[in-house]
């Protein structure tokens, strides 16, 4: 009997925990054309579209060029929450860079992504 009811528990918390999502208002952030060594912070806002708190647990980007931050509380039900990616500015040229999002949501990995040029002084 506690076998089963372990087995149920173990099912029930797998749903529950499964049971987040978020919806990013825009999952590509084109930078445009931006002066060599300008401000490089964007942000990606997001809500909790699901029944239970988000967590998000890391968040990792293609290249050292490119530094995310991830929110550090879980998100609650119809809450609103940020991550923010730095760009180095200072590297002329066109860029294209990913942006991974690891969290307890249904889709456990979520793809952002960053675009832009950079102009040369």
Do not use: W
């Amino acid at each position: 009997m506690k076998t089963i009811l372990s087995f149920i528990a173990v099912c029930f918390l797998t749903l529950a925990v499964n049971a987040q999502e978020f919806k990013f208002d825009t999952e590509v952030i084109d930078y445009g054309k931006v002066a060599h060594g300008s401000e490089g912070k964007r942000t990606f806002e997001f809500t909790n579209v699901g029944e239970a708190p988000l967590i998000i647990k890391d968040v990792k980007s293609t290249c050292g060029c490119t530094v995310p931050s991830k929110p550090e509380k879980p998100i609650m039900p119809g809450e609103k929450g940020k991550i923010e990616v730095s760009y180095d500015t200072k590297r002329p040229g066109g860029f294209s860079k990913a942006i991974t999002v690891y969290s307890n949501a249904k889709q456990e990995r979520k793809m952002l992504k960053i675009k832009g040029f950079i102009v040369k002084k």
